[in-house]
């Protein structure tokens, strides 16, 4: 009978951790038609009245227009995510347009809080993503084809044709977040110690001091 009763707790023990898991792996169902987020309310991505919600809060032309490329990267990224859609809010979804020059590179990065699908518009872009094994996968993908980057794991994408490129970046999440190691590492405020710098990279003192001075303006 005692044994009996130990697998019972064993198994309801094992239900909840699956459906604790469950649960932290995907947004909550929503309690509401919908939630747009009020930019004048005092608590964060608090819902507007439905009375004070209109047809716009659910449209953004954020992504109709290509962006200026004259970077270093040859690179610009327009997001619309919450923080500019309020429309978005607890929906769990939000895209990003990104245009590449030609050889532009959006660097490696990552997104804490999403997976990313990416599409492309035009030209040809390089998708790679890093597991944690330290295993590239990449693909060339071209018009209209798709590439999967895992949630949370670094990846890049690189123009590699002869022109300029378009791809929207989707993400399962109204906010995913996003994580460059060189901005992390380079460009910290207060700065990143030197000392953590020079041993992480196996760098000599100017070297990283030469590092920092080219992400200052990011």
Not at 46 to 74: Q, Y
Request: charged share 15%; net charge negative.
């Amino acid at each position: 009978m005692a044994s009996a009763t130990r697998s019972s707790l064993v198994l309801r023990a094992l239900l909840l951790l699956a459906a604790a898991v469950a649960g932290a792996l995907s947004d909550p169902t929503p309690l509401q038609d919908f939630c747009v987020a009020d930019p004048q309310a005092a608590a964060p991505l608090a819902c507007k009245p439905a009375s004070a919600v209109v047809d716009d809060d659910f449209f953004s032309g954020a992504i109709a227009s290509a962006a200026s490329t004259a970077n270093p990267f040859g690179v610009n990224s327009t997001r619309a995510t919450v923080s500019t859609f309020p429309g978005l809010n607890t929906l769990g979804v939000s895209i990003t347009r990104v245009d590449l020059a030609p050889g532009g590179l959006n660097p490696p990065h990552s997104h804490p809080r999403a997976s990313e699908l990416v599409m492309v518009l035009r030209g040809e872009v390089m998708v790679g993503f890093t597991s944690s094994a330290n295993r590239l996968y990449s693909k060339v993908v071209r018009e209209n084809e798709l590439f999967v980057v895992p949630r949370g794991l670094q990846h890049f994408q690189l123009n590699t044709g002869a022109g300029d490129a378009v791809f929207v970046a989707m993400f399962d999440s109204q906010s995913p977040g996003v994580v460059t190691p060189t901005f992390a590492m380079f460009a910290t405020k207060p700065a990143m110690p030197t000392e953590v710098l020079t041993k992480t990279f196996l760098m000599e003192e100017d070297e990283v001091s030469a590092m920092k001075s080219r992400f200052a303006g990011f």
